[in-house]
């Protein structure tokens, strides 16, 4: 069994749950060939080897884990004594606060708790019982590994060299400004939790500095430009206003899978351009395999009877991107193919976006089912 990475555990909350929790993923991590480890509150003593790391934290004041790096990927976890009227909102705001990319709280109400795992995507699931601990933390070590397991892809190169006549963007700019007034008409772009008004300015900036993101945003659009290179939404921008180019849309020029690296070419008088779409890598595979799809679209809705991955890898990773491309390249019409993503949304191809939200459009369901 190959091993990728290790775990740490750390964190302030105490508790009978909250050991009982930690203590019962850990074994079975090392079940599963994993090293566990502990650390201190600021990651002291942790190993290079580190891909998770499982934070307790208090409820009531959720202290966030300053990862070292993007790769690093941090589980919060907090008991709650009273069940929230909406789980997904506590659970989402106490993500947030605490800096995690994904977020386990466990409702402490009457004799039997409840568990739930949220993602950063808005993913909602519900462990299985308590009552029976072997099947309650197989659950919780399967939607772990693929954490420990996958390579995130978020690092840009931005380059000052968009040719002039792209500084105001083309056709295909517009069909995404249309297409992003389209999303926002059907309802299907869901206002992000404001995270400036959960976090700290300290917090706020670590965050922008780590992810380099200005809020968070859900689903993104594509078009492409040529052969190699296409247009994308920026990361953490309203969709329903993509104009600027280079802050609101990026041109993407290529892909160093080595370095795990976007290439982005901007105005050269654009002094501080934006990251592109987390889903960036996604978005190239799919390209670079079909010369006939000229347009991406992806949205945190659901189509019934679809195909759909099974495993729920973090966006921007290169393994989500893989299993997307691997059931588009399945479909009997891959230029014209809709992929679900488990828990998360669906990402749509076609020979155009205007093409695609006539195909599309309104068929796409708000609320993705979560199993």
Not at 99 to 126: C, K, W
Not at 220 to 243: I, T, Y
Not at 357 to 368: D, S
Request: glycine letters at 8%; proline letters at 6%; a negative charge.
């Amino acid at each position: 069994m190959e091993v990728t990475g290790a775990v740490t555990l750390t964190g302030q909350a105490n508790g009978r749950v909250i050991e009982w929790f930690v203590e019962g993923v850990a074994r079975r991590l090392k079940q599963r060939g994993h090293p566990v480890e502990r650390s201190g509150l600021n990651g002291d003593g942790m190993g290079s080897d580190v891909r998770v790391v499982l934070n307790a934290v208090d409820a009531e004041a959720p202290r966030g884990f300053r990862r070292r790096s993007q790769d690093i990927f941090v589980v919060g976890v907090a008991e709650l004594t009273e069940a929230p009227d909406d789980v997904l909102a506590a659970g989402y705001s106490l993500l947030v606060r605490s800096l995690s990319n994904v977020f386990i709280p466990i409702v402490r109400a009457g004799d039997d708790p409840v568990a739930y795992f949220i993602t950063m995507e808005q993913g909602f699931h519900r462990f299985p019982a308590m009552d029976d601990e072997d099947a309650f933390f197989a659950d919780v070590v399967e939607r772990l590994i693929p954490l420990i397991d996958s390579r995130l892809v978020i690092n840009n190169e931005f380059h000052p060299d968009l040719p002039e006549e792209l500084w105001n963007g083309d056709e295909h700019t517009e069909a995404m400004y249309r297409t992003g007034l389209y999303l926002a008409e059907l309802d299907l772009l869901p206002a992000p939790w404001p995270i400036d008004k959960l976090l700290s300015e300290e917090d706020m900036r670590h965050v922008k500095r780590l992810f380099g993101i200005g809020g968070l945003s859900y689903g993104n659009v594509s078009a492409r430009h040529d052969r190699e290179r296409f247009w994308m939404s920026a990361s953490g921008v309203d969709k329903s206003h993509l104009k600027e180019i280079g802050t609101e849309i990026c041109f993407v020029t290529g892909y160093d899978e080595e370095r795990g690296v976007i290439h982005l070419s901007h105005p050269p008088h654009v002094s501080d351009p934006r990251r592109v779409s987390v889903d960036a890598v996604e978005h190239v595979m799919i390209y670079r395999e079909h010369p006939e799809i000229n347009a991406i679209l992806h949205v945190h809705g659901w189509m019934e009877g679809i195909a759909s991955t099974e495993t729920v890898y973090p966006c921007g990773t290169h393994e989500l991107a893989e299993e997307v491309a691997v059931l588009i390249n399945r479909e009997p019409e891959p230029g014209r193919a809709v992929i679900g993503m488990k828990n998360h949304g669906v990402t749509v191809t076609g020979p155009s976006l205007d093409e695609i939200l006539e195909r599309v459009g309104g068929k796409i369901l708000r609320q993705v089912p979560m199993t």
